[in-house]
Structures are given as C-alpha cells and as structure tokens.
C-alpha cells in the first residue's frame, strides 16, 4: 500500500506542473507570436534487481511528467498602424542579435527604429537585414551581406541625371508649313538641378517636321550650346513616322557647374521614338486635330531626403524619398531551422539555436520554404482557450482522483493497523 500512496503523489506532482503549462498558455493568450505548450506524460515502472524475473516486474509505480512540447501551428494575424510591424505568414524567423553580436530567432514582428537609425525590437536589438548593393537598370537588385538594418532620418538619395526621354505627341496634319507647336520637360543634370527643356517643333513640308530645343536664360553659360540629332521627322500618309534612329539631346556649358549632357560625356539623352529595328513606337505621329502632348516621362530625378519606410511582402525594407523614390534598402532575413522543438526558448519571444534544432539557415522571404512577410502587422499567439479550458478541467479531475488514491490508500493502510487491536 506504501506504494500506492507513491503513485498517488506522482500523479499529483505531473498534474500540478500540467496545470501550470495551462495557466502559462492563458496568461500568453495576448503575447505577440506565443505558441502554446501540450504537457506531455510518461508512465514509471518498477525493475526487478533479481534475474529471474517476477510477476511484479513491470508493475506501475505511477506517472512523470514528460515534456512540454510547443504547438508550431499559425496564429492569427492583426493589422497595426506602425509600418514597420511584421508578421511572418508561414515558416521562419527573424533574426535579431544583440550588442555582442549573438544571434537570437523570433516570429513577434513589433519593430520600430531607434535614435541612431536602427531597427530594433523592444528589447533593443537589432533586426537582421541583407543590404541592397545595387540596383540594375532593369530593376535587378543585388544583395550584399547580413548586417543590422540601419535607415538614418537624415538620408538622402543622390540625384541622377536625366538619360532617356520619352514623349506622347500628335502634331495637328493641317497646320500650314513653317507653323509651330511647343512641348516642355522638366529633364535633371548631374547635380539634380532641374531644367526646363522645351522642344519646338516646326513644319517643313508636307508630312516633314523638325525639332529644336531651347532652355531658360541663364541655364548656359557664355560658351554652352544645346542640340538635337537627327531631328527630322518624316511622316507617312497614315501619320505614323517613317523608320529612323533614336535623336540624342545634348546640352554643354551648364551655368550650374553640372556635368555636361553629351555623347562625349557618354550622358546625352536619348529621346526614344524608334525600337531597336528602327521602327516608330508610336510616340511621334500626325493626325488630323490639334497639336497636343498626352505623356512625357524620364528617368532622372533630383536629390531627395527620407520621409518614410515601407515593407512589402517580399521583405524589402524601402525608402520613401522627397523626389519621389522608392529606393529599397535592405532585404528582411527570415531563418529556418531543421527542427522547430530544438529550439531554446530564451524569454522576451525569442529563441536560440541548440544542437537538437540544427543549424539556423538564413534566406529572404518566399524563398524555399520560407513565408512572406504581411506589413504593418503582428502574428497573435495561437493559444485556443476554449481548448485550454476543457485541460482545465480534465487536469483538475486528475489532480482530484490522485488525491483520492492517497486517501483511500490511508485508509487501508489504517484498517491494516487495526488488526493487531
């Protein structure tokens, strides 16, 4: 009967400590990216110290408490007004380190950036990010190394002169020879200084134009010149314009001490009419009705001072800028790991990498098996407290009848006492 009284005990000993799981699970309910504990319990048997073995051997001696095992499945995801709030939405981690440069893992995404620039998490450290290292003209971006994210409020993105021009314009079929029409676009030297560039078209002949530019006064200093290649324009009897080669714009002599616009400073602007056989882009036509231009673009842009970041689901980190870029910066490291229950909780919503996880293996979201990042949001803890609930109760019920074992385990052992009266 001693050892029921045992069995007893251990029961109450792994309820109290399940019970304990359970309240921690309630308490988390509203902690950022908590992931819920199941108790786990295993039995205990006695071992026979004899060879020949016993019909006693194997006999339960009551119960242990096992493991606390984490439940990785998603929490639910809630919309914040700070930009800099993520959630992962599927697998991974962020990654943060702090001043020592150990490295810590967490799915609680509330970030914001501190007085030095640094995008941290409450805890003050510091969110992981690839650097952006170069853009392609084509949009290509290029990663550098994993380094702290860090955006100064002060920032400025350099300016870039302007290259390629494009322009939308139909030049009225009936107007009388040597009639004009005048266009203006706001172009930008090296120095981002804008300038006003005005095209002044002028009919020549029949179906034949010509193009000429001209800026404001004091834009050229004394010996600076402004010109216009292949700028004849012949149009065909359906008011499209014949075959011919891109005209190049080239500007010299700028009052501002900019960089010259020029094909010997490899800088002149393209202004793009034609494709790469020759034939138009239907930018340039003739049709009857009024001169007008319906779109200019180009690609240069002035210098400009931060005034907001963003993240976008591919995990760029982005500059919003006073010239109208956007500019990414860094890219969000997310990590994964080979086993999510080796992790060492660690506090504060994060984790560390042990031998049972494996090693930490960084990438970009949407990459692998990783998930994308949902901006200007927080991932809930997964915590079902009506499941916790039912625990409640079925734990508590447990806890009861292992005290119930050790009272009616008394009670024999006090009728075993009585018989010598």
Excluded: C, H
Aim: proline residues 3%; negative net charge; glycine residues 12%.
């Amino acid at each position: 009967m001693i050892g029921s009284l045992f069995a007893g005990i251990s029961g109450l000993r792994a309820n109290s400590t399940a019970m304990t799981v359970i309240g921690d699970n309630i308490a988390n309910v509203n902690t950022t990216a908590f992931k819920s504990n199941k108790s786990s319990f295993a039995n205990i048997l006695s071992q026979s110290l004899g060879g020949g073995g016993s019909a006693t051997d194997g006999i339960g001696r009551g119960v242990e408490f096992w493991a606390a095992s984490p439940s990785w499945s998603q929490g639910s995801i809630e919309t914040t007004s700070n930009s800099t709030d993520m959630a992962i939405n599927g697998k991974g981690f962020f990654m943060v380190e702090d001043d020592s440069g150990s490295s810590f893992y967490t799915r609680a995404g509330e970030f914001s950036f501190d007085k030095d620039g640094y995008l941290v998490n409450p805890d003050g450290l510091y969110v992981q990010g690839y650097a952006v290292s170069s853009i392609a003209p084509d949009g290509t971006i290029s990663l550098g190394a994993i380094e702290n994210i860090n955006v100064p409020g002060e920032s400025m993105t350099p300016p870039q002169a302007t290259t390629t021009s494009t322009l939308d314009i139909n030049l009225d079929a009936g107007t009388a020879v040597n009639d004009t029409y005048s266009s203006t676009q706001t172009v930008y030297d090296s120095l981002g200084n804008a300038i006003p560039l005005t095209l002044t078209f002028e009919k020549t002949a029949a179906n034949v134009w010509t193009a000429s530019a001209t800026v404001p006064a004091g834009t050229l200093n004394g010996g600076g010149t402004i010109s216009i290649s292949d700028n004849t324009f012949n149009f065909g009897s359906d008011g499209t314009l014949n075959n011919g080669t891109d005209p190049k714009i080239t500007i010299t002599g700028l009052a501002s001490g900019a960089d010259d616009i020029s094909d010997a400073a490899s800088s002149a602007i393209t202004w793009d009419l034609f494709d790469s056989t020759g034939a138009t882009n239907g930018d340039l036509t003739q049709y009857a009705g009024d001169s007008t231009t319906n779109f200019n673009t180009q690609d240069g842009y002035a210098a400009g001072s931060l005034r907001g970041i963003s993240v976008d689901e591919n995990g760029f980190v982005t500059g919003a800028y006073s010239n109208g870029e956007l500019t990414p910066l860094y890219r969000i490291v997310l990590t994964d790991f080979p086993s999510y229950f080796g992790l060492s909780k660690m506090g504060n919503n994060l984790y560390a990498e042990s031998r049972a996880s494996g090693q930490a293996m960084p990438g970009v979201p949407l990459s692998g098996s990783l998930g994308s990042i949902s901006p200007s949001a927080i991932e809930m803890s997964n915590v079902d407290l009506a499941q916790e609930f039912v625990k409640m109760i079925t734990t508590q019920r447990a806890f009861q009848a292992n005290s119930r074992v050790i009272t009616t385990s008394d009670e024999v052992l006090q009728e075993l006492i009585s018989l010598k009266r």
